[in-house]
């Protein structure tokens, strides 16, 4: 039975903060009366939530800056492609697409000002990933920071997620080498035979670093920095001359407690940066929207529809399924953009 029958709205809660690994309980589903729009206000029902790593770091009391922690007791935020399912609001009609932040829920309302309407989409659940947040992600942190050059070598992990994957076809239509690290065989043949990268290696393979060496034999100009760990360690050495680092995430490390931090490694990133003149550069997506959002836009939606970009999403059923996507994708069991289809569309 569905909640819109029942007029009942099912959320998920932040019940506790994460010791390390998030666990199933530190998650509540909790069930509300439907929100009733106010003057000016619509009611949004959510088709597609995206589950991204970011919301692992929202979950700590401290949080990453760029955003206020989650509130004990408060639903998880998130990205919605949500339907407007009542209006009061002169600038939206019922039955209409947009891109929202619902969080973690069936339902809620909106002033509007945090709608984007997205029209007609053939799927829409891509304004989640490669034609929205980490897609763009991956077009500004490749181009703007990375900046590769036909012919140089760009390393990028989490190679068939929704960021990674942007990244390394961009960098191949840029005529760069591209080569991948995921978890798993199946990943990276995906990665050589589907996304077309000249190499992909296995992260959970002890000798990565060797490995890593023998597919960079000119060494490596971009490191688009997702990962962090063992990663970072063989990409290090590895690293020529004025080689740059866009720092995008260190998701090996977002499930960290502070006792399991381990060997500082500090001291060896901060002299490798400083002896090869490395330009290591953190960003924020959020800082980019505006016109920088509008020409992502114009070359991804072309670079897609002539089918040189390929967009891999993997789709889970049901709000209540939401905390295990999360925790699956922390420990890599995603397989491309990883979204959650909580209504029908
Ligand atoms: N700076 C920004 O504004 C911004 C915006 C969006 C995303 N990001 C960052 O971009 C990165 C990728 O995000 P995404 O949304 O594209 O997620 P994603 O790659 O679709 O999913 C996360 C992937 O991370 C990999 N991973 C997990 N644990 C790992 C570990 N211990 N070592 C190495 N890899 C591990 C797994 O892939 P494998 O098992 O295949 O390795 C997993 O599938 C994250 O660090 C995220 O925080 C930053």
């Known amino acids: 039975m ?3 029958h029942t007029a009942l709205n099912r959320r998920i809660l932040l019940a506790a903060r994460p010791h390390g ?36 770091n929202l979950m700590d009391e401290v949080g990453p800056g760029y955003a206020p922690p989650i509130a004990i007791g408060a639903p998880l935020v998130g990205g919605t492609v949500s339907r407007v399912v009542r209006s009061r609001h002169p600038g939206f009609q019922a039955g209409e697409l947009v891109l929202a932040q619902a969080g973690w829920q069936e339902h809620t309302l909106s002033d509007g000002s945090d709608l984007q309407p997205l029209g007609d989409m053939a799927r829409p659940s891509l304004a989640l ?5 980490p897609g763009f992600t991956a077009h500004v942190g490749l181009l703007d920071i990375g900046q590769p050059r036909p012919g140089e070598t760009v390393v990028v992990a989490a190679a068939t997620g929704a960021v990674g994957s942007v990244v390394g076809q961009i960098a191949k239509l840029k005529g760069a080498r591209v080569v991948g690290i995921a978890g798993g065989a199946d990943k990276c043949r995906h990665a050589v035979e589907e996304l077309g990268f000249d ?3 296995d992260r ?13 034999p000119q060494g490596i100009d971009v490191y688009f920095e997702n990962v962090g760990g063992e990663v970072l360690d063989a990409v290090l050495p590895l690293l020529n001359v004025n080689a740059r680092v866009p ?4 998701i090996a490390h977002y499930n960290d407690t502070l006792a399991a931090a381990g060997t500082d490694r500090l001291p060896r990133l901060l002299a490798t940066v400083l002896q090869k003149r490395v330009r290591l550069q953190g960003f924020i997506i959020l800082d980019h929207y505006g016109e920088r959002f509008e020409r992502f836009q114009r070359e991804m ?4 529809a002539a089918g040189r970009i390929k967009l891999r999403e993997e789709v889970v059923d049901g709000l209540e399924q939401a905390p295990a996507a999360l925790i699956g994708l922390l420990d890599g069991r995603n397989f491309g953009k990883l979204v959650v289809k909580v209504a029908p569309d």
């Open 204 to 216: 959970h393979d002890p000798r990565l670093a060797q490995h890593l060496a023998e597919a960079c």
């Open 199 to 201: 190499a992909c290696l």
């Open 21 to 56: 690994r998030p666990v199933p309980a530190d998650f509540r589903l909790d069930t509300q009366p439907m929100p009733v729009p106010g003057e000016g206000q619509v009611l949004l029902r959510t088709l597609y939530l995206s589950i991204d790593p970011y919301m692992r």
């Open 301 to 304: 939606g072309e670079w897609v």
């Open 129 to 133: 990933g490669g034609l929205g947040m």
């Open 2 to 4: 569905s909640s819109h």
């Open 247 to 250: 720092v995008c995430g260190f």
